[in-house]
């Protein structure tokens, strides 16, 4: 017959996951798993917290990510400075990774939870629902979204807080420095797992795809000129040749007459 047990320790859970891992370079796949390691060491030393990582408990590489859990009342360091201080970290690193090779992305979405879990060792060290929880969030669509739809340059990590981390920590006035009105309210679902739950997304650094900025291309085979590039008369661009001043692009073969702009219904 069951018998009542204590519960396990208060923790806060951290998960970690890469956008699109399996986008980049087979043979560059290793060295990005470890860096995320590498990263998250280096971004709690520069925030002041280094025995926070020294010390943390249920470790575990997930292929192309990472988890990891601290006592709860350590959870407010987590999201305030360490948020921001990763997605700085995260711009270092995606610069020395475009240099070597414009392929190459790393971009991460952060899950932070709160429940009791076993942490004092065998087979079910960290098994329970709230570090199943954290990976549903950690899956969830609207943290997706966030990195599906924001510009790959700009934006290199996207954080998902589960409600009662956003009302313990965030509402409660621990983190001062990232007030509730930095969150947006969500809900965290993952369809084929049978999960909805209320949660909150905080991204450090938002932009949108659109805030990529665009090159003046041709269209195929047409020597097209993008609007914004300005041709001097008499100068072949994209296949087009444009004699005589020309204020607005023009799209075509070769025009050999001379081009002149309406100006308030007489010519200049």
């Not at 509730?180 to 949108?208: G, N």
């Not at 269209?219 to 300005?230: F, H």
Request: glycine share 10%; net charge negative.
């Amino acid at each position: 017959m069951p018998v009542t047990q204590a519960l396990p320790p208060p923790r806060t859970i951290f998960a970690v996951d890469t956008e699109k891992f399996t986008r980049n370079p087979s043979a560059r796949q290793p060295e990005l798993r470890d860096a995320i390691t590498e990263l998250l060491g280096t971004a709690f030393e520069r925030c002041g917290l280094a025995e926070i990582w020294e010390a943390r408990m249920l470790p575990q590489g997930t292929g192309d990510g990472y988890v990891f859990a601290v006592p709860q009342q350590r959870t407010p360091f987590l999201l305030d400075p360490l948020l921001d201080r990763l997605q700085e970290d995260l711009q270092e690193h995606d610069r020395q990774l475009r240099s070597e090779d414009r392929s190459l992305r790393l971009r991460l979405r952060v899950a932070i939870h709160m429940g009791c879990v076993p942490d004092s060792g065998g087979e079910r060290e960290g098994v329970g629902t709230p570090m199943n929880d954290t990976f549903r969030l950690l899956d969830s669509d609207p943290v997706r979204l966030e990195l599906n739809h924001s510009n790959p340059d700009i934006t290199l990590l996207a954080a998902i807080v589960s409600q009662r981390v956003f009302e313990d920590v965030v509402r409660a006035g621990y983190t001062p420095g990232l007030p509730p009105d930095r969150f947006r309210p969500v809900i965290a679902e993952v369809a084929d797992k049978e999960f909805a739950q209320p949660a909150w997304v905080y991204v450090p650094k938002p932009s949108r795809a659109s805030d990529r900025p665009t090159r003046p291309t041709a269209g195929p085979g047409s020597g097209g000129v993008d609007s914004a590039v300005a041709a001097p008369a008499g100068q072949t661009l994209g296949g087009t040749t444009i004699h005589g001043s020309v204020g607005n692009a023009i799209t075509g073969g070769s025009f050999s007459a001379e081009v002149r702009q309406q100006i308030g219904g007489s010519e200049s």
